[in-house]
């Protein structure tokens, strides 16, 4: 069954500094791997959707790269900004295209 | 262009009742789902809909039913409200399964089942 785990379960950096967030999953066979943005009482936006056959998306200041092989992959946020502030949720999309499995994200507080 | 929308926003019930949770969406996707998202946890897929008339069971199925008699709405409907069902309730829709193209969420429905 795949799993899919979010580290760190929260994260508190100054306005300014670039960072770094981990999604790990437990099955290598999928399909694609999303990252998604969720601000308080909303809704989830999608930031960036990797295909399997790619290595990296790219969007603005952030940059999502996925090693399938290792199981991994990474948000970077370039420049963070209190407007950045908000839970990051990692999803990957199985095989058969019928599920996306979802982390448990990770709750990103930039302070000015 | 409204996207996904959800009603009611919040909602209490008690043990036992029931309702339905809608969703509409506007964009002409073909494919629409229902997550729940539990305090600390991530989404977990309820149901999911290809089309008109067809719809499975994802991975949280139980005590839950839907319908998709149209292309823009998928109800989500709550027989019997137990404890374990308060939780947030997400719908989304993408012009294809889920993996090739983005889904679109709506803003949520809290329930609360006392």
């Known amino acids: 069954k795949q799993e899919v785990t979010q580290i760190p379960a929260a994260l508190s950096v100054p306005e300014g500094e670039n960072l770094v967030l981990n999604c790990s999953f437990t099955d290598s066979a999928i399909y694609n791997l999303q990252w998604f943005r969720q601000d308080p009482g909303k809704g989830l936006t999608s930031l960036l959707l990797i295909q399997s056959s790619q290595r990296e998306q790219t969007s603005g200041r952030l940059n999502a790269s996925l090693d399938k092989s290792s199981g991994r992959s990474t948000l970077y946020i370039a420049a963070s900004q209190p407007g950045d502030s908000a839970t990051y949720l990692c999803?990957?999309?199985?095989?058969?295209?019928?599920?996306?499995?979802f982390g448990k994200g990770t709750t990103l507080s930039v302070s000015s | 262009n409204a996207g996904v929308t959800q009603t009611p926003k919040f909602r209490i019930l008690k043990i036992g009742q029931s309702m339905t949770l809608q969703c509409t969406q506007d964009m002409n996707h073909n494919y629409m789902y229902w997550y729940r998202q539990d305090p600390g946890m991530g989404l977990k897929l309820i149901y999911y809909s290809v089309g008109a008339g067809i719809t499975d069971k994802g991975e949280v199925p139980n005590g839950y039913n839907v319908s998709r008699s149209t292309t823009e709405d998928f109800p989500l409907r709550l027989e019997l409200a137990a404890p374990s069902q308060t939780s947030v309730y997400f719908c989304?829709?993408?012009?294809?399964?889920?993996?090739?193209?983005?889904?679109?969420f709506g803003p949520g429905t809290r329930l609360l089942v006392l």
């Open positions: 999803a990957v999309a199985n095989q058969a295209g019928t599920a996306l499995i």
């Open positions: 989304a829709s993408s012009y294809t399964l889920g993996t090739i193209s983005t889904q679109y």
